[in-house]
């Protein structure tokens, strides 16, 4: 255990504090009749898809399909609209609210819009990102104990972050709260969490990249624990896409064209790994209008690995991860939860191997 004194144990500013959304603006959930939960009649290729995604390195794929066209090229004829979230639980209201059709989105959110439609409204069509998710410390914090009585950041309740904390502290016997022998976990924007930490008001943070590398880089963090340690083999999924299943069955060729698209860009990305990074980076500064320095960006993209495979064996884990965490009560039987079936011919077209669907694909 650490000796050396500990940081500043200051409360976070409830105003920076981020509450899961209940509502976002003109994405409401949508109730549907039995009926209408049914299969969608084909309606060939769509007139608009609307496209959502992060200002996240993990969400690379996105960042380059859009900036630089591949989407809009695969798609043709039909017109893409894009919008940017900051957390999966905003992104996912999108989705029940019908607004968005085809989302980025981490691998935590997914299990959210599949219990709160009863299975029925979204599927899991492809992977896009393993990896690139770090619990990192102020330097005086070596251990697990050290961090007692401490406050760490996540980006939102119940995104992907907040689950592998929680998760994390469950393991190690350790009680979420403002106590003594407690770790407190604060859902604190990620914009906010660096000057928080800079300030001595946050411990850590549970982060994707780059929000990670930006704490090592930019404020000397440590990292106590890189996710990739808690899984089998190192692979979890950081980044997903998940599709409406009523659009997935009404524009098969369109969810395709987009899925051909993501497929190429990873090839590409994993022959030219330094254009990609710079591709996405560029395409994060026209977004957020600050790219990412250097030494931030080299780390970020070290840490990530470019993918179409969802892994997809290991949402039930991930659904039993809720549970640990303490935000579900039990773990969803994911019944159809998936349709790699669009993206497993893109595969075969681009003479790639199929990827697994672990028996989790909707046979409908």
């Not at 840490?303 to 969802?310: C, L, S």
């Not at 039930?316 to 935000?327: K, W």
């Amino acid at each position: 255990m650490n000796t050396s004194p500990p940081g500043p144990r200051r409360a976070v500013s409830a105003a920076l504090v981020v509450p899961i959304a209940l509502v976002l603006s003109g994405c409401s959930r949508v109730e549907r009749t039995p009926e209408e939960q049914g299969t969608a009649v084909y309606q060939g290729p769509a007139d608009v898809v609307n496209l959502g995604y992060f200002p996240n390195i993990t969400h690379w794929s996105a960042l380059i399909g859009v900036s630089e066209g591949r989407f809009e090229e695969a798609l043709g004829d039909t017109r893409l609209e894009t919008h940017t979230f900051n957390a999966g639980p905003d992104a996912v209201n999108g989705l029940l609210g019908d607004s968005l059709d085809i989302q980025f989105i981490g691998s935590n959110p997914p299990l959210s819009a599949y219990e709160q439609s009863d299975g029925t409204h979204t599927r899991l069509i492809a992977g896009v990102t393993s990896g690139g998710a770090q619990l990192v410390v102020a330097p005086n914090i070596e251990s697990v104990d050290d961090l007692r009585g401490g406050t760490i950041a996540t980006p939102q309740l119940a995104n992907t972050q907040d689950v592998a904390a929680k998760k994390w502290l469950f393991d190690n016997g350790i009680g979420q709260g403002s106590g003594a022998d407690e770790i407190e976990v604060s859902n604190v924007d990620n914009s906010e969490t660096l000057a928080l930490f800079r300030d001595g008001q946050l411990d850590g943070g549970w982060l994707p990249e780059p929000w990670s590398s930006r704490l090592v880089v930019e404020a000397d963090a440590e990292v106590l624990v890189d996710e990739r340690d808690e899984w089998p083999d190192g692979r979890f999924p950081t980044t997903v896409i998940i599709a409406r299943t009523e659009f997935l069955q009404a524009h098969p060729e369109t969810v395709e064209a987009v899925l051909r698209a993501h497929v190429e860009t990873v090839r590409w990305a994993r022959e030219n790994p330094e254009e990609a990074k710079d591709a996405a980076n560029a395409e994060l500064e026209r977004l957020t209008g600050n790219p990412l320095e250097q030494a931030v960006l080299d780390r970020a993209w070290d840490n990530i690995e470019p993918t179409w495979d969802p892994d997809t064996a290991g949402f039930p884990q991930l659904a039993r991860n809720s549970v640990d965490a303490g935000l579900l009560d039990e773990a969803p039987e994911l019944t159809a939860f998936s349709d790699l079936r669009p993206l497993n011919r893109v595969l075969a077209e681009l003479g790639e191997d199929p990827v697994d669907d672990a028996g989790l694909d909707d046979e409908s």
